[in-house]
């Protein structure tokens, strides 16, 4: 099946910033939604953020809007997330998450819309 590797995670201060990028194999990327969702120890899965497959729309939770922008290279399979203005809440682990997708207008951000998850990477803020 499709597979998702996470980087890019570690140690900011508060009022840092982040970039995440998740890797995926499989030469049909392009026809995949792609999103980010986070977990706290003791917490539900908690939704980003999720691009639709050719790039052209996305959409954030409220926690993420103005600070967190998604992204994605579909010539490197790859989706990114850029954090900024960082806050000690952020702190998570960070899955990245992928669907098929019939249609580029469509986006997901319920947990049970993705078919496959990454192995998550740790983001941890400090104050």
């Known amino acids: 099946q499709v597979q998702l590797v996470e980087s890019g995670g570690g140690l900011v201060q508060a009022g840092g910033s982040l970039r995440l990028s998740c890797t995926a194999s499989?030469?049909?990327?392009?026809?995949?939604?792609m999103g980010w969702f986070r977990q706290t120890s003791g917490k539900e899965r908690e939704f980003v953020a999720t691009?639709?497959?050719?790039?052209?729309?996305?959409s954030y939770a409220d926690s993420a809007k103005d600070r967190f922008t998604i992204s994605r290279n579909n010539a490197k399979t790859t989706v990114y997330l850029q954090m900024n203005s960082l806050k000690p809440e952020d702190t998570a682990v960070y899955y990245c998450?992928?669907?098929?997708?019939?249609?580029?207008?469509?986006?997901?951000?319920?947990?049970?819309?993705?078919?496959?998850w990454g192995q998550g990477t740790q983001v941890t803020v400090s104050s």
């Open positions: 499989g030469r049909t990327f392009s026809n995949y939604a």
């Open positions: 691009i639709t497959s050719s790039g052209t729309v996305t």
């Open positions: 998450v992928a669907t098929p997708a019939d249609s580029d207008r469509r986006v997901y951000v319920r947990a049970i819309s993705y078919d496959y």
